[in-house]
């Protein structure tokens, strides 16, 4: 029984030369021969590349590889591997369509362990990000307008223009499955003026898939969850125990196990394992509760803890002297307003008093520091805090550019 399976191949702009354009490469391409192969060391483990003469052009769709067991085939492949062939490209994107025989294959059924997770530390309620409830309610928008064929290029804008800004922080299977609705449902909308906005969502993909734009987005997770749970255990003067967050990593596969430290090799797992919302959100709760109690615990040489054990991220170095130098010579209420503008801009988990000596000097009252942390604003220094956070994005900024 014949099986052509056609699918799509993409990431072609990632992998041709610079100085070829994108429409003469594809022009280039079409009718070739071409070999998947599979690429185990990937970090979307599933992965299946397309090669011409030796070379990676591309990736088969995600989309594709999911839905027509692609993966599966190819496990059945010798070698797995399989020759196919490039018949044309899409009219919407930059891609090709590509088709190979698997009809002498047996496929490999794979099936993928489903990640479902109970929240189970009592004195944390995980609390989505407020970027998620919004794109959640601007895509609910955008796909019942056109749904319902009462969708105007009016009603449209102002809900694409924000999930533009919104479409870097969806890593979840859910805003992944709606952005291929939208994709679809635009493409075959009725009113042209509206479904040329589809080439707005594919722009977006290059940028999507961005490595950079990947772990930009889980920092900024990272940091927005981090500072919801530091609300939550201040205001409520709860304590998390190691075991507290052990019974809810003990739910999760291996790879799951928030032991990284924060780098780009998580962002892109996650990326790829298209978790739903709620598992993903108890994944970052989890790790961010993890990571604070692993920073509060004595190293392996027994020294106490410093603020370079609560930074978040990369640049641990520049910022320790950073910090150094912007608190030197100041009263410990000014320290405590200064050190609480580094928490709230997600340079810090948290800042103590100890932690702050340890790593500098002894400056005066721990009174006075935690009064400046905490009533800063009620002690007319508004605009002081407000300054040091202007300093301290900028410093951000300026740390990613360099980086």
């Avoid at 978790?275 to 961010?288: A, I, P, Q």
Wanted: aromatic share 10%.
């Amino acid at each position: 029984m014949a099986n052509i399976v056609c699918f799509s191949t993409v990431g072609l702009a990632v992998y041709k030369d610079n100085a070829i354009d994108i429409e003469e490469y594809i022009a280039s391409l079409i009718g070739k021969t071409v070999i998947l192969q599979l690429e185990p060391e990937n970090d979307d483990p599933h992965a299946v590349a397309v090669t011409s003469d030796g070379k990676k052009i591309g990736y088969v769709r995600k989309k594709d590889n999911d839905d027509k067991n692609i993966y599966g085939l190819m496990m059945g492949c010798y070698r797995h591997c399989r020759s196919a062939r490039i018949v044309g490209r899409s009219e919407q994107y930059p891609t090709l369509i590509t088709e190979a025989d698997f009809s002498d294959v047996i496929p490999i059924n794979v099936k993928n362990e489903k990640i479902v997770t109970r929240w189970t530390i009592e004195k944390i309620k995980p609390e989505p990000i407020e970027e998620w409830c919004e794109l959640v309610n601007v895509m609910n928008a955008m796909l019942t307008l056109l749904y319902q064929g009462t969708a105007t290029t009016d009603n449209m804008r102002p809900l694409l223009d924000r999930y533009k800004r919104l479409v870097i922080t969806g890593f979840s299977k859910e805003f992944y499955d709606d952005r291929q609705d939208l994709l679809e449902m635009l493409g075959k909308y009725k009113d042209k003026d509206v479904a040329i906005m589809q080439e707005e969502i594919v722009e977006l993909s290059e940028h999507i898939h961005n490595k950079e734009t990947r772990n930009m987005a889980f920092g900024f997770i990272y940091e927005t969850i981090s500072r919801k749970i530091s609300i939550q255990l201040n205001n409520s003067g709860a304590t998390i125990s190691k075991t507290d967050v052990e019974k809810m990593i003990s739910q999760m596969p291996k790879l799951f196990i928030p032991t990284n430290n924060y780098n780009e090799s998580v962002s892109i797992f996650l990326y790829y394992q298209r978790l739903t919302r709620k598992t993903l959100l108890h994944y970052f709760y989890t790790k961010v509760l993890y990571d604070m109690i692993i920073s509060n615990e004595s190293d392996e040489n027994g020294k106490k803890k410093t603020i370079r054990n609560f930074i978040i991220g990369p640049y641990k170095d520049e910022w320790i002297e950073f910090i150094g130098v912007i608190i030197k010579n100041k009263t410990p209420f000014i320290v405590g307003c200064m050190m609480r503008a580094f928490v709230d801009c997600g340079v810090l988990y948290e800042a103590q008093y100890k932690h702050v000596v340890n790593t500098y000097w002894n400056f005066g009252n721990d009174d006075s520091y935690r009064n400046g942390f905490n009533n800063f604003a009620e002690k007319n220094c508004q605009p002081h805090y407000d300054y040091m956070r202007e300093i301290i994005n900028d410093k951000k900024k300026k740390l990613m550019q360099e980086g």
